[in-house]
């Protein structure tokens, strides 16, 4: 991969094909498409082959962390997708790490996600229910996640995602 950078609006059809491309169903691409119609992105990132070919996306949208004193407004990481000819590469860990430090300039106190207990911790997602905090969604507690800013905060806490999340 060459470069990454924001999404602009003319990246519209490339992200959808790199994510129709990269999963089985393009409910994926419907849901970037539903939350960027809903003004609920926080950073979507591109990443550029040499030519300047869109090969992978990642989207960060708002999210809510309802705590005992106080409601944070905070991000979910997903989806993320890469075209399976760059996949394996790290193209999505390059996105990944570039969306979770726009989120930290945007002064987000947290990134929640909901994927694999063993690929996101290495970008410092830990089980949210260390913090005792939960999904809105019925998860396993293992796959949900989060990755803190500064201090944790600690529940009995839920993390609701954006509505848009219910159609996937």
Avoid: N
Avoid at 3 to 9: G, M
Avoid at 34 to 53: H, I, K, N, P, Y
Avoid at 146 to 161: E, F, N, Q, V
């Amino acid at each position: 991969m060459d470069s990454i950078r924001p999404a602009v609006a003319s990246d519209s059809d490339a992200i959808r094909r790199v994510h129709c491309a990269a999963f089985p169903s393009a409910a994926e691409a419907d849901l970037v498409d539903a939350l960027r119609r809903a003004q609920a992105v926080c950073a979507s990132l591109v990443g550029l082959a040499e030519d300047g070919a869109v090969v992978g996306h990642a989207l960060f949208s708002y999210a809510s962390l309802e705590l005992p004193r106080e409601v944070l407004r905070v991000a979910a990481l997903g989806p993320v997708a890469v075209r399976p000819g760059w996949q394996r590469r790290g193209v999505g860990a390059e996105l990944i790490r570039a969306g979770l430090l726009r989120c930290w300039e945007l002064q987000l106190p947290a990134v929640i996600v909901l994927g694999h207990a063993t690929y996101y911790p290495r970008f410092g997602f830990r089980r949210a229910d260390t913090w005792s905090i939960r999904c809105g969604y019925d998860v396993p507690p293992e796959a949900f996640m989060i990755a803190w800013s500064d201090a944790p905060r600690s529940g009995p806490g839920l993390a609701k995602y954006h509505p848009a999340f219910g159609a996937v």
